[in-house]
């Protein structure tokens, strides 16, 4: 466990989720946590070792596994022989759907499977079966129909009759952060819109209207990050999904996300993501899609 590293996911605040499909040999991402829910898709991986929580399995055929906020996780590929492993991740934020939205009656299965998600929950085959077809063509639809159908696939994952609990326990409770402050919230929204300008912890006092000594302080209780911390990992999040998407040099991305010195980008990325950005950009393969 100490080894964990928490991921930045190239989401942004205008996404809904992404989707990231690949075909591949092995299994070689860390154990790893992150905010936003995650539903993985594996197929054709049998033998491959799966660790969520306190849980340590080797996986058949094909599995899915939503994985909760803040829970750590990982597949490795074990034992597993195959050459053509395919796995589909989708990604969302935690607010996507809000609290309010989850306690109307209509989507109180959704909400019930969110809350048992902190420990992680595997899918019985019949459930896989049935869906994995509509989890493997959904980077196929656009925009409201996209996200139609993730909701759609999360109301059929929610009425699924044999979902197993897969961690006896959260043991990463102190990594789980619900900051329930409306000046958290004002200050990462600020934070978000301006990541690509100079922000100072004056600013975002200001903005909350407390003296920079409180708020640094503040900021820390709340979400266990400085505002210098906090700051980076939004810019981070956006130079990662840059490199995905665009052909800019690093440098160029760089400086698009705020950082004006390309050596002290290239330092926070590496150990934000265990390789540098050039060597991100060059091992990334698959397609991922931002909705």
Partial sequence: MNNIIKEITPLTQNDCFTIFSRVKKEF?????????????????????????????????????????????????????????????????????FDDKMLRRNQLTFIRRM???????????????????????????LQGFDSVLELMSILHELSTSKSMRILSDATFNNDQIVNYNSRRIDKAYEFMNANFDKPITLKDLAKLVNMTEVSFSRFIKKRTGNTFIDSLNEIRLGHATRMLIETTHSVAEISYNCGFNNISNFNRLFKKKKHCTPKEFRENFSGTRVFI
């Fill in 28 to 96: 070689d991402f860390p154990l790893h946590f992150h905010e936003e829910y995650e539903l993985n898709l594996i197929l054709n991986a049998e033998g491959a070792r799966r660790m969520v929580g306190d849980n340590i399995e080797e996986i058949g055929d094909m599995e899915l596994v939503l994985v909760g906020p803040n829970l750590s996780h990982v597949w490795t590929t074990h034992h597993c022989k195959s050459e053509e492993i395919t796995e589909v991740t989708i990604q969302w934020h935690r607010d996507l």
């Fill in 114 to 140: 969110f809350e048992r998600s902190v420990r992680g929950i595997l899918f019985p085959r019949e459930t896989i079966e049935k869906l994995y077809p509509r989890i493997l063509a959904i980077n196929q």
